[in-house]
């Protein structure tokens, strides 16, 4: 094996063992036997990066590797020599596989193993609900088809006054073994599904599952505060188990609806608010809606310019799983007027040459006098 067992890994040289971990991990699963059947590059990919990581995970190892490379371990070098395959032995390099996958498939290699239940499907139901509803919460009914278990024979799925037998091809076991390359790998046994157990004599009702088709009416409990996108779990709701085996999850999907008035950010909400041009200027008061059904007074300065925002406090969205409120900001957006009279356009224009321009606008009298200066250092 001449490759570069860091590249092999698709890590730095001065990766951390986690980094190391991590990537073994994530080619294991692509390149796992199991998943490429018949696959010889694949399977010869899987011996290699197993091999690498067995010498890279041991400090030591790896050490040696910096200093000699590959020959250490390799044709009887002195690192294989030292335990190079702790577990399985060979070149296979089996015992750094097994050290992360055991974990995550069990009973690999014929170590142990038990009947696998046939859990029911997790069941998904997509609920739409308005912003007042997410900010005060709700109780909802809900009608939710899928399965249930069978009532005729009690979900075991033989026939009443029979019962399941021990399925031959197991022994009860719920497990066959396979080999698959140079390790045996072990598997829910296809005939019966993991159970251990068959039906000699299936429930007419079911017909041997132990479930039958039925609609459930649920309520759910929506609490204060959820967002778009929050995840409500009902467990056992879902499909039930094959014979008896434990039902699934139902998982709520929440969707909150745009509203007309009020823009969401967390548990802050955000309304903008058009402000006439009198108001502005002179000052004055307004009203603006909160997402609890009331009302709240703002009381606007002087000379407020559009874009101007307002904050309330604890006038915005719940909280989740909390008394705290989050806060209601108001932007105020100076409204032009149309659609002038000749009396109102007049009194304008007597307005206009009664002022003082750099007094009554100066954020304007600001800019234009930075244009001036722009356009003399040009001619400059």
Do not use: W
């Amino acid at each position: 094996m001449s490759k570069d067992y860091y590249q092999l890994l698709g890590v730095a040289r001065g990766a951390s063992a986690e980094e190391l971990k991590k990537a073994y991990r994530k080619l294991a699963l692509e390149l796992h036997p199991d998943r490429n059947p018949g696959n010889a590059e694949a399977e010869h990919r899987f011996k290699e990066i197993n091999h690498a990581y067995d010498i890279l995970k041991d400090p030591e190892k790896r050490a040696m590797y910096d200093r000699f490379g590959a020959q250490a371990f390799e044709n009887g070098g002195a690192g294989a020599g030292a335990g190079g395959f702790r577990r399985g032995g060979g070149g296979g390099g089996f015992g750094a596989f097994a050290d992360i996958f055991d974990q995550m498939f069990g009973d690999m290699a014929g170590r142990g193993g038990g009947r696998t239940e046939a859990h029911g499907s997790d069941l998904r139901y997509n609920m739409t609900i308005s912003l007042e509803e997410a900010f005060s919460g709700k109780q909802a009914t809900i009608r939710v088809p899928g399965t249930a278990a069978c009532e005729t024979c009690s979900g075991s799925g033989a026939e009443p006054g029979s019962s399941p037998v021990t399925c031959p091809t197991c022994n009860g076991r719920g497990r066959v073994r396979s080999s698959q390359g140079f390790f045996t790998v072990e598997r829910g046994c296809p005939t019966c599904g993991g159970q251990g157990r068959t039906i000699d004599k299936p429930c007419r009702a079911c017909r041997g599952e132990g479930r039958v088709h039925k609609e459930k009416t649920l309520q759910v409990n929506i609490p204060a505060g959820v967002e778009d996108g929050t995840r409500i779990r009902l467990a056992s709701e879902g499909e039930a188990g094959l014979r008896g085996a434990p039902p699934g999850d139902l998982y709520i999907f929440l969707s909150v609806q745009p509203h007309r008035l009020f823009q969401r950010e967390g548990a802050d909400l955000y309304c903008q608010v058009p402000l006439s041009m009198v108001t502005a200027v002179l000052g004055g008061a307004i009203e603006v809606p909160a997402i609890d059904g009331g009302r709240v007074k703002i009381t606007v300065p002087e000379g407020t310019q559009s874009g101007h925002r307002f904050r309330l406090r604890g006038k915005g969205m719940s909280v989740l799983r909390a008394r705290d409120r989050g806060d209601l900001y108001v932007e105020v957006a100076v409204e032009t007027p149309v659609k002038l009279s000749k009396k109102q356009k007049d009194l304008l224009k007597q307005f206009e040459a009664a002022g003082d321009p750099e007094g009554n606008s100066p954020e304007s009298a600001s800019f234009f006098a930075r244009v001036k200066d722009f356009f003399d250092g040009l001619k400059g």
